[in-house]
Each structure stands twice: as structure tokens, then as C-alpha cells.
């Protein structure tokens, strides 16, 4: 296997990790405890922190280790509204020039996305959702908003786990299967309205959050 290949698998083992809250959000690790941890030897995993660290999802500290980004409430917020802007975009793209082979590829994610929703398999289904936004975004044919996007959906998975996770799985990949079908039926309109709703449920949480204190 060539060294991006490994740079490029040790960043989703990273990212994997981080949405699923075993790098804990705030604490510092060392490089040797990451290579424990992931099973990633030295050269990728310094690579896939490097990138990791270039998407704000870490901070490399010299002569201290690697801290993982908190999850803030009031940058929740902010990334919340770039990420609507953003997906907007890359939805209304995706609609517009997904072809017939495509369609058929988000049509088997979402097969896939239900089915882990029946056996309760959260993992499995963070999974899915993550290969459904990569694929929409290659649909969108537009790299440099998918370049964006992407760490702001790596957050956006890591809260939701953190505060919502098998407890939302069901209405969740509802409003992902009703954009899903709007995309494949051409229908712009819906499909951002759903994908609004998608990002309207995380904000509910962090606006209750921040009411209760």
C-alpha cells in the first residue's frame, strides 16, 4: 500500500475515533498513546494529524502532545450556520447533475443507512452517513466547497453522538432518506429543505443547552 493510502486510512481511523468520543474531547494525548490507541504506525498517523490539525478537529502542542477540539456551544453555533450555507450549495448541486449510476449508489447507502437503524447499530450507522456526505459532495462536482464541508461534518457527527446518538437514529435517517429521494427525483427544493431540518435538530440542542445554564 502506498504512504498517502496509509496517510489516507489512518485519518478516517482518526476520524472514527473522534466522532465516537474515544479521543475525548479536550484531553491531550501523546503520539505514542494515539499509536496505541488507533493501531496506526508513526509516519501516517503524523500525516492524518497534520490534516486533522489543518481542519481545526485537533492542535498539535509541541513538547505536550495532541489535544483534541472541545465541543463549545457558541462554535457549535457558527459552525452550524457555515455548514447550512455550505451544504445548501453542495445539495442543490448534487440534485442538479447527479447521474443515473449516482442516484443508484445513494440509493443503496440509504438501504444500508436503515438497516443499521433496524439492528440499532449506531456506529454502523455513523458509518454510512459519513460515505452518503462524501458522496454527495464528489455528486456536487465542487471541491472546493466539499474541502469545507467536511470537517464541519465531522463535528456535526461527534455532537450528535454526544448528544443524541440510537435515541435520534430513527427520525434522523427519516429526514436522510426524504432528502435522499428528493435528490434522486431532481426536486432542489426539498432536498435543502431536508437538509435544513437535518441541521435544525442540532441547533434545537445547542440553543436548549444554552438555555438551561
Not at 494525548?29 to 490507541?37: A, H, P, Q, T, V
Not at 443499521?116 to 452518503?132: F, M, Q, T, W
Request: glycine share 2%; hydrophobic share 40%; with cysteine.
Amino acid at each position: 500500500m502506498r504512504e498517502n493510502n496509509l496517510s489516507s486510512k489512518a485519518y478516517y481511523i482518526l476520524e472514527e475515533l473522534l466522532v465516537t468520543l474515544q479521543l475525548e474531547p479536550a484531553k491531550i494525548y501523546s503520539e505514542k498513546e494515539l499509536m496505541d490507541i488507533s493501531g496506526i504506525s508513526r509516519t501516517p498517523l503524523r500525516e492524518a494529524l497534520l490534516r486533522l490539525s489543518n481542519e481545526s478537529l485537533l492542535k498539535i502542542i509541541p513538547r505536550r502532545g495532541i489535544e483534541i477540539s472541545d465541543i463549545n456551544m457558541i462554535d457549535q453555533l457558527a459552525m452550524f450556520e457555515t455548514r447550512r450555507v455550505l451544504d445548501t450549495l453542495l445539495i442543490q448541486r448534487a440534485t442538479k447533475y447527479a447521474t443515473p449510476f449516482e442516484k443508484e449508489k445513494i440509493i443503496s447507502l440509504k438501504i444500508l443507512m436503515q438497516e443499521a437503524v433496524s439492528k440499532n447499530k449506531v456506529d454502523g450507522y455513523l458509518r454510512v452517513d459519513e460515505e452518503l456526505d462524501h458522496t454527495i459532495f464528489k455528486i456536487a462536482r465542487n471541491e472546493f466547497a466539499a474541502h469545507a464541508t467536511i470537517p464541519l461534518h465531522v463535528k456535526s457527527r461527534r455532537f450528535w453522538y454526544y448528544f443524541k446518538g440510537s435515541e435520534d437514529m430513527h427520525s434522523c435517517s427519516v429526514l436522510h432518506t426524504k432528502m435522499i429521494d428528493a435528490i434522486v427525483d431532481g426536486d432542489e427544493v426539498n432536498a435543502v429543505k431536508y437538509s435544513n431540518e437535518i441541521i435544525d435538530n442540532l441547533v434545537v440542542v445547542v440553543k436548549d443547552y444554552i438555555q438551561s445554564l
